[in-house]
């Protein structure tokens, strides 16, 4: 399965953003799909995950703020950001997994998305 995010821009302190992720070449009704972003000189950090059923995830540093959705029938996965903060600047990137064994483990996912840069300015 092909992945490609879009959505990322500029946008000040406590402003909001929706991410779209999407994905080609099969169907992602079976899969478990999750958001991460890394930051200059940071590990990858898992920001949201959906499964296949949309049961949600997230990372404690986005609860409240965060929220991922699902669309099967347009193949697409959506991160709506709101209350932005600075420490939310990043790359953030959409993956895809049938089945990953930990869903906030970047390893666990076998299809990445090329990634897209958020910055939120103070």
């Known amino acids: 399965v092909q992945l490609q995010a879009s959505g990322g821009g500029l946008v000040q302190v406590g402003g909001s953003l929706r991410l779209s992720c999407v994905a080609s070449?099969?169907?992602?009704?079976?899969?478990?799909m999750g958001w991460f972003r890394q930051a200059p000189g940071k590990e990858r950090q898992f920001v949201a995950a959906?499964?296949?059923?949309?049961?949600?995830y997230y990372g404690d540093s986005v609860k409240g703020r965060f929220t991922i959705s699902r669309n099967n029938a347009r193949n697409t996965v959506y991160l709506q950001m709101g209350s932005l903060k600075p420490e939310d600047t990043a790359v953030y990137y959409c993956?895809?997994?049938?089945?990953?064994?930990?869903?906030?483990?970047?390893?666990?996912?076998?299809?990445w998305g090329q990634g897209t840069q958020v910055t939120v300015s103070s």
């Open positions: 959906i499964n296949w059923s949309s049961r949600t």
């Open positions: 070449g099969r169907t992602i009704v079976a899969y478990n």
């Open positions: 993956a895809a997994d049938l089945s990953p064994r930990e869903r906030t483990n970047s390893g666990s996912y076998d299809w």
